[in-house]
């Protein structure tokens, strides 16, 4: 049983939506529920599992720029600002403080709401206490 754990952050590395999908499930279909409606934003960092066109497209509705380096079987090459996107090491972080928690980095917890339930807590805690 393993599981992702998507998480999208504000400007100072703290966590505003947290997600979990099921290991096996690729990343498109957790960025479809998680940057619907984003908070106000001028540019999102992401990973470069998050290079299609529909999350492009998603950002571009949201008038948001996105900051994701292209895959290397992308076809036509994108521009993305490389001393903006060195700034992501913030998410980096945020994910190092929350594995900081046994709990969390073994995942002791075999139900998905009970794990959910652990990082919501840990988060709360951490960044926002």
């Given at each position: 049983?393993?599981?992702?754990?998507?998480t999208?952050?504000?400007?100072l590395?703290?966590?505003?939506r947290?997600?979990?999908?099921?290991?096996?499930?690729?990343?498109?279909?957790?960025a479809?529920?998680?940057?619907?409606?984003?908070?106000?934003?001028?540019?999102?960092?992401?990973?470069?599992?998050?290079?299609?066109?529909?999350?492009?497209?998603m950002?571009?509705?949201?008038d948001i720029?996105?900051?994701?380096?292209?895959?290397?079987n992308r076809?036509?090459?994108?521009?993305?600002?490389?001393?903006?996107?060195?700034?992501?090491h913030?998410?980096e972080?945020?994910?190092?403080?929350?594995?900081?928690?046994?709990?969390?980095?073994?995942?002791?917890?075999?139900?998905?709401?009970?794990?959910?339930?652990a990082?919501?807590?840990?988060?709360?805690?951490?960044?926002?206490?």
């Amino acid at each position: 049983m393993n599981t992702k754990l998507h998480t999208v952050c504000d400007n100072l590395g703290r966590p505003v939506r947290l997600l979990i999908t099921e290991g096996q499930r690729s990343d498109f279909k957790g960025a479809d529920v998680l940057l619907k409606n984003l908070p106000r934003a001028k540019v999102l960092l992401g990973d470069k599992s998050y290079d299609s066109g529909k999350i492009r497209a998603m950002l571009a509705d949201q008038d948001i720029t996105p900051c994701i380096p292209p895959k290397k079987n992308r076809k036509t090459t994108i521009e993305y600002c490389k001393s903006l996107y060195k700034t992501r090491h913030k998410v980096e972080n945020l994910f190092a403080k929350l594995k900081d928690w046994r709990r969390i980095a073994t995942r002791y917890d075999r139900c998905a709401h009970i794990f959910r339930s652990a990082i919501y807590l840990a988060a709360t805690v951490i960044f926002w206490l």
